[in-house]
């Protein structure tokens, strides 16, 4: 990959990000709604309200720092030439392919073993777990056929 390449490939990552960014706001306004409102009749709901908002708030933060960083790689060309090595760097990728190999074979051994345990407690639990398993196993199949076709 060359340099023109991957200032389009971060073009797109930028307007992604920014249109994720878009989204989100709209999210957190339309929940900020709700606190005022919805008629709330347990504080429960309250309390999912403001998990839902501090996410978003949190994912948000996060995307306008990536915006951020992206825009100065944009300005500055020295930036963006270390960007391009650090991104294209092979034992860095290798390195993160055997944290993600590692870490989804242990999300799977816990998820197996939360649904054991489950089992002993509630049934609502157990089912919101298999059906996580399930979908965790269907994604990881998914992703297999899908690279080992692309490489």
Do not use: P
Not at 29 to 44: G, M, R, V
Not at 135 to 141: E, P
Request: hydrophobic letters at 55%.
């Amino acid at each position: 990959m060359n340099i023109d390449k991957f200032k389009k490939a971060l073009m797109i990552r930028l307007i992604l990000l920014s249109a994720l960014c878009i989204g989100i706001i709209i999210f957190i306004i339309i929940q900020f709604t709700l606190l005022f409102y919805a008629n709330y009749e347990h504080s429960e709901d309250y309390f999912m309200l403001g998990v839902r908002m501090g996410g978003g708030v949190g994912v948000m933060s996060v995307i306008v720092m990536n915006i951020v960083r992206y825009i100065i790689v944009f300005i500055n060309k020295s930036q963006l030439q270390k960007m391009f090595i650090s991104e294209n760097d092979e034992r860095k990728r290798y390195i993160e392919y055997k944290c993600g190999k590692f870490a989804t074979e242990c999300m799977l051994y816990l998820l197996c073993i939360s649904i054991i345990v489950a089992t002993f407690f509630n049934m609502i639990v157990f089912w919101t777990l298999y059906i996580v398993l399930v979908v965790f196993g269907l994604l990881k199949i998914g992703a297999k056929i899908y690279f080992n076709r692309k490489y």
